[in-house]
């Protein structure tokens, strides 16, 4: 958390052979995209492996076929292997990429898998060309296929999208039990649900639960009636979230109590905090991409991170939970910073108590409305251009700022995209700083701290017309339960 002293030089920025960000351009200018963290990893000596295999030798040419392939045999081989791949793709007409992702504008398709690294890298799932989306039954290798068919609207409202209709349709609350609850929400990478009530009004077209099987997903279970019977549609939440310990103090620029904001955690890695996160679940964490820069490719081996949750003094930390995987998305752009966030499974769940909570997620229909208040909280320098992080924590109040105030050519001139979110002071002052990045920005809905964005860049600290700029986590929640599913299963 900084602010910045208007009389003083803007802070330095990072050198481009650290972390290359290509510089935005603001209609003529070209301030650098400043990701919001301390880029400064403890150095790994790396000991030369030795081995006794040969290296690998390659002819500049093949002066016939045989000795190219090892003779004969080995052309037989390769023949028949070429003719096993064909008869196999017009038997089973194996495609690849088949993912769809609803969302308000169109849909769009994003897969992948892991390495050795235990980091989820950009590859492609394979899918008969038989697949049906949201069928309940899982056709593709990673299930990619049944991993975006559920969503919460407002009120938590449970909207199921089936291969019966195509949409997204609430569910009837009439003939739901605890048992479909407790299933979708494991579906999603929760542990169980939290609450289920019954909201009043919903008239048209929904979903009622015509089977019951406790092995399937929850999409297979229903079918499209014309309404409910009894206008009641059901509304879930699947874990308590987005409350804080009883806290009696104005917030905004200051240390933060313990409990104050219990979904915040400390990246480390090797032993140093380099980046916040929030908590979502017992297991998952939400941070930012950029974070694990792929410049330097030990940030991106899960067994050097560990995270801390309930700390409010980097000076005494509890006990750590390792992270087991990685899971960047896809479709980060390092260049732009668009769609900057990252999931974390952690090896082993954290215990939920008065300092840990979750924050919660946002319903996919969220607005945050220009001015709306908001919190964000980190570990980030208190003075910009600071290379020490606080050992403290620290929260901020900040403003929601409406994105084509932010895109103006006085402030980022179009560089912010429909994925991020604007959120500080036009006139400066408050705001994030370095190491805060992955970080909570959390806004109140219905009474609750519901995650808004996640901290991710901005040109400076603290200087007037650039505020801090959030990946907008209602853009990435189709991901988000997606990614969780596939960890889940």
């Known amino acids: 958390m900084a602010k910045h002293d208007p009389n003083e030089p803007p802070p330095p920025y990072y050198s481009a052979s650290l972390y290359p960000q290509p510089p935005l351009k603001v209609y003529g200018l070209t301030p650098p995209s400043q990701p ?18 040969p290296p690998k030798r390659r002819s500049r040419c093949c002066r016939n076929n045989a000795q190219c392939y090892g003779g004969t045999g080995g052309v037989l081989l390769v023949l028949g292997l070429l003719a096993l791949a064909i008869w196999l793709g017009v038997r089973y007409g194996t495609r690849i990429g ?51 068919c ?25 003939n ?4 479909y609850s407790d299933q979708t929400c494991a ?59 009883s806290v009696s103090r104005i917030i905004g620029g200051q240390v933060s109590e313990s409990g104050e904001w ?39 081996i899960a067994t050097n991170w560990a995270v801390y949750a309930g700390v409010v003094t980097l000076d005494k930390l509890p006990q750590p939970h390792q992270v087991a995987v990685i899971i960047l998305s896809e479709n980060y752009d390092s260049n732009t910073n668009d769609q900057d966030i990252a999931l974390l499974k952690l090896a082993t769940p954290v215990e939920f108590s008065d300092t840990v909570h979750p924050a ?27 290379s020490s992080v606080s050992n403290k924590l620290r929260d901020v109040s900040v403003k929601i700022i409406d994105t084509e105030v932010c895109n103006t050519p006085s402030s980022y001139g179009g560089s912010v995209t429909k994925n991020m979110l604007c959120a500080g002071h ?30 991710s860049w901005g040109s400076g600290c603290g200087e007037a017309n650039r505020p801090g700029v959030y990946t907008k986590v209602t853009s990435a929640l189709p991901w988000i339960y997606s990614k969780m599913m596939q960890q889940k299963s």
């Open 426 to 455: 036009l006139g400066g002052g408050k705001d994030s700083c370095q190491g805060d990045s992955g970080g909570p920005l959390v806004c109140k809905n219905n009474g609750l701290w519901t995650l808004a964005g996640i901290t």
């Open 36 to 53: 919001r963290y301390i880029p400064q990893y403890p150095s790994v000596v790396v000991v030369p492996q030795v081995t006794t295999l």
């Open 187 to 245: 579906q999603l990478g929760f542990v169980s649900s939290y609450e289920t009530t019954a909201l009043s009004g919903y008239t048209s077209k929904a979903l009622t639960m015509a089977k019951q099987d406790s092995s399937g997903y929850i999409q297979g279970l229903a079918s499209v009636t014309s309404s409910c019977p009894d206008q009641l549609a059901v509304s879930l939440q699947c874990q308590d979230c987005g409350r804080q310990s």
């Open 360 to 386: 919660c997620l946002p319903t996919y229909d969220q607005q945050w409305a220009h001015g709306t208040d908001c919190i964000t909280s980190g570990f980030g320098t208190t003075d910009a251009g600071s």
């Open 98 to 148: 088949s993912i769809y992702y609803h969302t308000e504008d169109n849909d769009s398709g994003h897969s992948d898998q892991y390495d050795d690294d235990s980091v989820y890298q950009q590859k492609h799932d394979t899918c008969p060309n038989t697949t049906i989306h949201c069928d309940g039954i899982k056709d593709c290798v990673f299930g990619t296929d049944e991993s975006v």
């Open 262 to 300: 219990p979904w915040q955690v400390t990246l480390h890695y090797k032993g140093s905090h380099v980046c916040g996160g929030v908590l979502i679940s017992e297991i998952f964490v939400l941070t930012a991409a950029h974070c694990f820069p792929s410049t330097d490719e030990f940030s991106q």
């Open 176 to 179: 739901w039990k605890k048992l």
């Open 150 to 174: 559920v969503r919460f609207g407002s009120g938590n409202t449970l909207e199921v999208r089936t291969a019966e209709d195509g949409r997204f349709l609430p569910v009837c609350a009439s």
